[in-house]
């Protein structure tokens, strides 16, 4: 039974120590680490923003954009002040982010990128509640909408203004119940309108409270997140890591996969069970390309000597197998 709302457990997450790498995440080809005090911070410093902003609890927050560092800070920030996150897949159709814009009742949109600013623009005029944007990757944005925000401005003013109250995002996260609203996740459509999901923060809690106990995951493990915010697995490894405190390495995308496996060494990966069947896939498809080990694992599926068939299954398959995944995934 869940004790008390995920909001609860990032307040507490800040009191970690300061050695701890909380976010880990690649800008200008170099891994940059933020503890747990500095993703406390951010998530102040949004919360604030957000406050000045004019959200009050209640108020849903809309955010269209991939996995990414700012996804993290701003779910904490806005579920911390007692608003709703309204996640929308990036790959998302102008007329699709439209509908759950004006279904949820969003009033602040995030987005991505220009890309997806150049959506919101197609549909702003039909879209009158949504009163504000944050754009994300601002550096070569250009931008010409109003009441368009961007993200490093938005930051640092938030932070100061953090500075003028600085209890508020404290007692903010205090205040949040177990029956409060925090997210609406809504279906794909592909059977009609999508639906929103109301999640609480009693869902969210017994949720990660079930996974903890589940699976031996700690403090010293390591994730690497690449699944969308917006399907609720993603969320819920979020939210797992704020409840037990492990490392969330952020990919770079499904095409960096590969590479990012091996440069953060995750200890633990959660996934689709499409992922696992690529990676199923190509492990058969590089024996099936070699006779020999073909050959191996053909006589060995005839029952050869068990302690030569974990010894040659290691060497072969599994060991290399271990290596492209970074080399200390535990499951």
């Given amino acids: 039974m869940a004790k008390k709302p995920i909001t609860h457990h990032f307040l507490t997450a800040?009191?970690?120590?300061?050695?701890?790498?909380?976010?880990?995440?690649?800008?200008?080809?170099?891994?940059?680490?933020?503890?747990?005090?500095?993703?406390?911070?951010?998530?102040?410093?949004?919360?604030?923003?957000?406050?000045?902003?004019?959200?009050?609890?209640?108020?849903?927050?809309?955010?269209?954009?991939n996995t990414c560092w700012e996804w993290a800070v701003l779910d904490f920030a806005i579920m911390g002040i007692g608003a709703v996150t309204v996640p929308i897949y990036q790959s998302s159709r102008a007329e699709e982010v439209e509908y759950i814009?004006?279904?949820?009742?969003?009033?602040?949109?995030?987005?991505?990128?220009?890309?997806?600013?150049?959506?919101?623009?197609?549909?702003?005029?039909?879209?009158?509640?949504?009163?504000?944007?944050?754009?994300?990757?601002?550096?070569?944005?250009?931008?010409?909408?109003?009441?368009?925000?961007?993200?490093?401005?938005?930051l640092d003013f938030g932070a100061t203004a953090a500075v003028k109250k600085p209890e508020f995002y404290k007692q903010r996260l205090r205040k949040s119940r177990l029956d409060?609203?925090?997210?609406?996740?809504?279906?794909?459509?592909?059977?009609?309108?999508?639906?929103?999901?109301?999640?609480?923060?009693?869902?969210?809690?017994?949720?990660?409270?079930?996974?903890?106990?589940?699976?031996?995951?700690?403090?010293?493990?390591?994730?690497?997140?690449?699944?969308?915010?917006?399907?609720?697995?993603?969320?819920?490894?979020?939210?797992?890591?704020?409840?037990?405190?492990?490392?969330?390495?952020?990919?770079?995308?499904a095409d960096r996969l590969r590479q990012n496996l091996r440069d953060t060494r995750p200890t633990a990966m959660i996934a689709v069970p499409r992922i696992f069947e690529k990676i199923f896939s190509g492990v058969m498809t590089e024996i099936e390309g070699r006779p020999l080990r073909r050959g191996v694992f053909q006589w060995l599926s005839r029952g050869g000597l068990r302690g030569a068939k974990n010894l040659v299954l290691d060497k072969l398959v599994f060991a290399k197998l271990r290596d492209s995944m970074g080399g200390r995934l535990r499951f």
């Avoid at 990128?113 to 754009?135: A, F, Y």
């Fill in 14 to 65: 800040a009191e970690r120590p300061s050695d701890l790498v909380a976010l880990r995440f690649r800008r200008h080809k170099s891994w940059l680490e933020l503890s747990w005090q500095e993703y406390y911070r951010r998530a102040e410093a949004v919360a604030v923003g957000l406050d000045s902003l004019g959200i009050q609890p209640g108020d849903r927050v809309a955010i269209l954009a």
């Fill in 101 to 154: 814009l004006a279904h949820s009742g969003a009033r602040l949109l995030i987005v991505e990128d220009q890309t997806q600013l150049r959506k919101w623009e197609s549909i702003s005029k039909r879209c009158r509640g949504v009163e504000k944007i944050i754009v994300l990757q601002s550096k070569d944005t250009d931008i010409k909408t109003p009441h368009v925000l961007l993200w490093d401005e938005f």
């Fill in 180 to 253: 409060d609203l925090a997210t609406v996740v809504y279906t794909s459509g592909t059977t009609g309108a999508p639906k929103g999901v109301r999640i609480t923060h009693k869902q969210i809690t017994a949720e990660v409270e079930a996974i903890a106990k589940a699976f031996p995951i700690s403090t010293q493990d390591s994730t690497l997140s690449f699944l969308p915010y917006a399907h609720v697995l993603g969320r819920v490894e979020l939210w797992l890591h704020a409840y037990v405190g492990f490392t969330l390495n952020i990919a770079e995308g």
